[in-house]
């Protein structure tokens, strides 16, 4: 499966796309519903030495080990403790076309919610201090802007 | 199973036959007077054609047919398998392996050439009509060469209608092969409230008037033959007479001789009065003939019995056809429970209640145990394996040009089943190499003065918890100064950098080398080795090179046994938790105040042996204080000891082996993951990469000593 394939698959006849509102850090991200696998409590991840920095850590889910990715650090963001909201989201996407299971940490999951293509906004090209490529594109939800990632670009 | 397509099953099963096929046919190559091959390979031909018709594939069945009955000289031992007869005899066991996995592209002309060629090499020496006489026939008719038919004596098994086959479609065939009389025997029908609907009760005489083959009668009743008891007499020419209906009533002794020596059953000698008609007037005076003829009519029956029943022995005993998919889930099934007992364990050690701990060993004693029967069950002889390179050797001595001895040894060595798949494809690039770059051409080999015949051998052995396969030949050996010119070429060194032989060999698996001057069809492309060497990787194994100029060169594959399930060590470092495998690991030793003391100096003295060791707690993230009383471990690949210095040891663990994720390929000193009993996943360290990487420091510090 490659990006543009996921897009197609979970944008509705209206143009509106489903999604998984999470919060990171001071931002909000729209995660593609069709790429979310589950949401689960934060468990006890292990460090995995030499690896590279956004993924840091693995975790066990279900009997599968799996990566663990930190969007803060994609980001720069500050990192912070664990609150009682912090979340774990399991997405699925494909990388060197296999499947592969990832852990996000969600500062919060807010909702499962529509969010529309018609509201598309411009990605900056100035005053953004990400990676352009990390982002499919920013779009206005209830009057705030979020991020639509390229979760195969930001884990690869 | 009753899911499975049947073609499929035959597919399986034909290629299994041809792998036995091939062995035999080359196996020919060396000793053509072997009877037994012959047999083995005949035997393995006429499945193939039975189960071929079977199925449908009627191409293939009548193909087989016209090959088995050239090949039938041999079986007699009439010709001698040339190399010229077993090389087509090879050609066209590919063509009919084409015919079943590709019916529609195959040619039939190439079957055709196959068969002609055959025909060629076998027709000289012998004349079609005795192509048609049958082995197994001729023992019968030793007196009488042409029979006129054959008196059969059927006798089914009473169940034989629950098994699905139908006596009367039997009969029927029977009848194709020429006009038949048919008399069913009913001494054996009980009254009507004692009879078993669903038993057959009748017996039959046919006598059949047609000059055909015994394997004919035979194969209509192939499928039965386990069932049945089947007794042939040829009829003679002298009694052909009985095709004239003659009722007579018959003299017991004439019938008496003929069936009471193979089938004991009284009901039988007493012919019937329906049995009249088929029983000839001149059985009076034939009585004696048929008596001798019928004498040595078992011995030959019970020699194409023997076989059967060797197969289906070897059948019954040896295997049973499991999906490979049943086993892949029945692992993971064993994995999960194996992870579950280790949290029972951990929670049973933490209580305090007698019964829940005795219950928690019983259950890892189980566990271990079913784990082991599991990957036992899993578990392939590499000689599969090996015995398709015999053909690939063949061929390409053939074509190069260089009569190449091909050993093999450790056939029953065992191997996970993936694995096996996984290795084929390596070892046919190393056997290629070896023939094509490590044996020199005849001349080359006369001036070095050895043998104009090169040798490769391919061996493997078990060694501990690892699998050692090894390639060797004894042709020229590793030119080291061409790599070395070549990698300066190429630029992957510095000219006039210091290297060891062993160094310079690594060239070998970088991708795009070749030191072939020339790029033949079958290597030299540089492309190989380094696939060879990534596929072994992957199998968390590893390729040891060693050559000697003039000698030789031998490639050895070091495998792990399985991919699923190992016994580990697990450890402590600051917090987080490893495992190393226990395969590797020699002893644990506590780590001494002196050596804890020196910073300098990280060797240990390990009974007056200096080990090198590394301290974990470098490597890995470790929070915390170390342990005051700190371990070592001492582990080891090949030759190579090295000490892991960790917090705690902590005790056995069954690990069952999760691979990282693609996201985690770049780390290199874990090998993979697994899940301990609180449900925390721990990392497996590996200990290849700790060796090399705790040689790179002692040679760093040996350089930093000597400036």
Known sequence: ?156 | MSALDPTEVFRQEASELFETLEGALLDLCQRPDDRELVDSAFRALHTIKGSGAMFGFDKVAAFTHEFETAFELVRKGEIKPTQELIAVALAAKDYIRALIEAPETTDAIIGEAILDDLKQLVAPTAPRSEVATPATAEVAAAGEKRSAGWRLHLEFDSHILCNGSNPLDLLEDLCKLGPCFVVPVTDDVPLLDELEPEYCYLKWDVTLHADCEKSAIDDVFMFVADEMKLTLTPLTQAELPAQQPAPEPVPQTAMQPASADATPAPTVAEPMPEAEPTVEPAAVPKAEPVAKEAAPQPAARAETRRDEVKRSEERGIATVRVQAERLDELMDRVGELVIAQARLSQLAAAGSDLSIKMIAEEIERLAASLRDTTMGARMVPIGSLFGRFRRLVHDLSRDLKKPVEFVTSGEDTELDKTMIECLADPLVHLIRNAIDHGIEDTAARAVAGKTEQGRIELHAVHSGAQVLVTVRDNGGGLNTARIRAKAEEQGLIAPGAALSDHEIHQFLFHPGFSTAQTVSALSGRGVGMDVVKRTIENMRGSIDLSTKPGQGTSVTLRLPLTLAIIEGLLIRVGEGRYIIPLSAVEECVELMAEDQRSRGRNFLNVRGNLVPFLRLREILPAEGEPELHQKTIIISTGETRVGLVADQIIGNHQTVIKSLSKLHSDVTIFSGATILGDGTAALILDVAQLVSLAQAQSEKQQMNEAA
């Open chain 1, 1 to 156: 499966m490659s990006a543009p394939e996921v897009q197609e698959a979970a944008v509705n006849q209206d143009g509106s796309i489903q999604v998984v509102m999470i919060g990171v850090g001071d931002e909000k991200f729209a995660l593609d519903a069709g790429m979310v696998r589950e949401i689960i409590d934060p468990i006890p991840a292990t460090r995995v030495a030499g690896a590279k920095a956004f993924v840091p850590c693995v975790i066990n889910v279900r009997g599968n080990v799996i990566p663990l990715a930190d969007l803060r650090i994609r980001f720069g963001m500050p990192m912070t403790e664990d609150t009682a909201e912090t979340r774990i989201v399991v997405i699925e996407l494909a990388i060197d076309n296999e499947p592969v299971l990832v852990g996000l940490t969600a500062d919060k999951v807010y909702e499962v919610t529509e969010i529309s293509r018609t509201n598309v906004q411009q990605t900056p090209r100035v005053g953004m201090h990400w990676k352009p490529e990390f982002i499919r594109f920013i779009t206005k939800w209830r009057e705030e802007f979020v991020i639509v990632p390229n979760m195969e670009r930001i884990l690869n």
